[in-house]
């Protein structure tokens, strides 16, 4: 069984740049969350992806955006990057039944992200 | 989600019980206790979860009061890869959007 994996492992971008973070969830799991973690903060949830819609959103502008792929894999975009968004962006996946039922949730390795 | 209280810091010594409290008293019936630990600068680690009854599995064990207003997590052999934050979060488990919420956690600190 393969877990949650994350891409790039780090990431240095200037402040108003554009960046994509990459996130495959543990197989059997078709939900994908993603968090951010500021440092020496816990992790704030930002959005989930079920069935490649958006499916609850924290408390993050729109230019957090994100996808789900078919295969269950995910993208988390951020435009008109600030200096605020240097964190630690971790996704995590989990299984969400037909009935509704929502299962735990595994994380993954995270992405560090700095801005210039 | 109902909130959680931790305290902030704890130390136990290599090869003893860790007992990691929280509190959790607004808790619905409906709401799963669960816990996760993060190591320095790794994604957060799912180690247990439970409703009502104890659990327990290779990780550690899970006691929750019989009110349900809080719990206890042990880690019955402490060893120095155990040194991280734990986090005791509550969440329903059929909630809208399934996040997440978590507080400052407990930096354990496992001492040789």
């Known amino acids: 069984e393969t877990g949650v994996t994350q891409s790039p492992t780090h990431l240095i971008k200037t402040r108003g740049q554009q960046v994509t973070l990459r996130c495959s969830s543990q197989s059997g799991h078709n939900t994908v969350s993603w968090y951010q973690q500021a440092l020496g903060q816990g992790p704030q949830f930002i959005f989930q992806y079920y069935r490649e819609e958006e499916n609850g959103r924290g408390n993050f502008p729109p230019r957090f955006s994100g996808l789900q792929f078919p295969n269950y894999s995910s993208e988390l975009n951020v435009n008109a990057l600030e200096l605020d968004d240097s964190a630690l962006y971790l996704c995590?996946?989990?299984?969400?039944?037909?009935?509704?039922?929502?299962?735990?949730?595994?994380f993954g390795p995270g992405t560090r992200l700095t801005v210039l | 989600d109902a909130k959680t209280t931790q305290p902030t810091s704890m130390d136990c010594a290599e090869g003893r019980a860790a007992n990691l409290p929280c509190n959790h008293s607004?808790?619905?019936?409906?709401?799963?206790v669960y816990w996760y630990r993060q190591i320095h600068s790794q994604g957060p680690q799912y180690i247990i979860h439970?409703?009502?009854n104890n659990e327990t599995n290779e990780m550690a064990s899970l006691i929750i009061t019989e009110d349900r207003k809080s719990s206890t997590l042990i880690l019955p052999h402490a060893t120095l890869r155990d040194t991280a934050v734990y986090y005791c979060?509550?969440?329903?488990?059929?909630?809208?959007?399934?996040?997440?919420?978590f507080g400052g956690g407990t930096r354990l600190m496992v001492k040789p």
């Open positions: 995590a996946s989990s299984l969400q039944a037909t009935s509704g039922r929502r299962d735990t949730q595994y």
């Open positions: 607004t808790i619905s019936g409906n709401e799963y």
């Open positions: 439970g409703l009502k």
């Open positions: 979060i509550v969440r329903v488990g059929n909630n809208a959007g399934n996040m997440l919420t």
